[in-house]
């Protein structure tokens, strides 16, 4: 069966410090994928998109790779701040049928 | 501007009790969704609408009926509502067709639905 994993444990990380983020999948073969961030008691809000044959994606302090082969995609934060602190999902085109991993939550501590 | 509004945003009801939540999207999309966030924070799907027309009905029981009645509301309607059905319900919106891919999907805040 189709499967997304992310480290359900949060991340802790320094201010400063580059912080990343892991999204592994089985069993799919997506034409893209994407990110999300979610903060307490809000919706998710989209980050960014990587299509299959794109390497890597940058905006501003974030960065997104995608290896097919490895089926994983990693997400980076350059320069952490605290502000960054929320929880981070990655969802997965498939069949249709949008799907999200469980995502991980990331505090930056000053 | 708001783009994606639900409400209420909280709802608290009995056991056994009808309840609707309303959804609105002003970014002129033609695809909604209702998604059931639960309490490990796991986000499913449970329907899509692709201009009034159902797309997607992911195995919820038929207590849950959606309602489309344009493209840009989404309504959900729950009948004898359970305790299981305590969770956070999000709407969301995105410009795909619904069937070939799913664009960015954009949300709104949420309404948490608390059964006692």
């Known amino acids: 069966s189709q499967k997304i994993e992310q480290n359900s444990e949060a991340l802790n990380i320094q201010e400063g410090k580059t912080a990343t983020l892991t999204c592994n999948y089985t069993?799919?073969?997506?034409?893209?994928l994407q990110w999300y961030r979610q903060d307490p008691g809000r919706g998710p809000v989209f980050l960014l998109l990587?299509?299959?044959?794109?390497k890597e994606k940058r905006k501003e302090r974030l960065k997104v790779t995608f290896d097919t082969t490895l089926k994983q995609s990693l997400f980076h934060i350059t320069a952490s701040q605290p502000a960054d602190s929320a929880t981070y999902l990655c969802?997965?085109?498939?069949?249709?049928?949008?799907?999200f991993g469980r995502g991980t939550s990331l505090i930056v501590h000053p | 501007d708001t783009a994606v509004s639900q409400t209420p945003k909280y709802l608290v009801t009995q056991m056994g009790n009808d309840k609707s939540i309303k959804c609105e999207q002003n970014?002129?999309?033609?695809?909604m969704y209702w998604y059931k966030q639960d309490s490990k924070k796991f986000l499913k799907i449970m329907f899509s609408?692709?201009?009034?027309?159902?797309?997607i009905n992911e195995t919820v029981p038929n207590r849950f009926s959606p309602k489309s009645p344009d493209k840009a509301h989404l309504n959900l309607h729950i009948n004898s509502l359970e305790l299981g059905d305590s969770a956070v319900y999000f709407c969301?919106?995105?410009?795909?067709?619904?069937?070939?891919?799913?664009?960015?999907?954009?949300f709104g805040p949420g309404t948490r639905l608390t059964v006692l």
């Open positions: 969301a919106s995105s410009q795909s067709d619904g069937l070939t891919s799913t664009d960015t999907q954009y």
């Open positions: 069993n799919y073969s997506p034409a893209y």
């Open positions: 990587i299509r299959e044959n794109e």
């Open positions: 969802a997965l085109e498939g069949s249709y049928i949008p799907t």
């Open positions: 970014l002129g999309h033609d695809t």
């Open positions: 609408y692709n201009n009034k027309e159902l797309i």
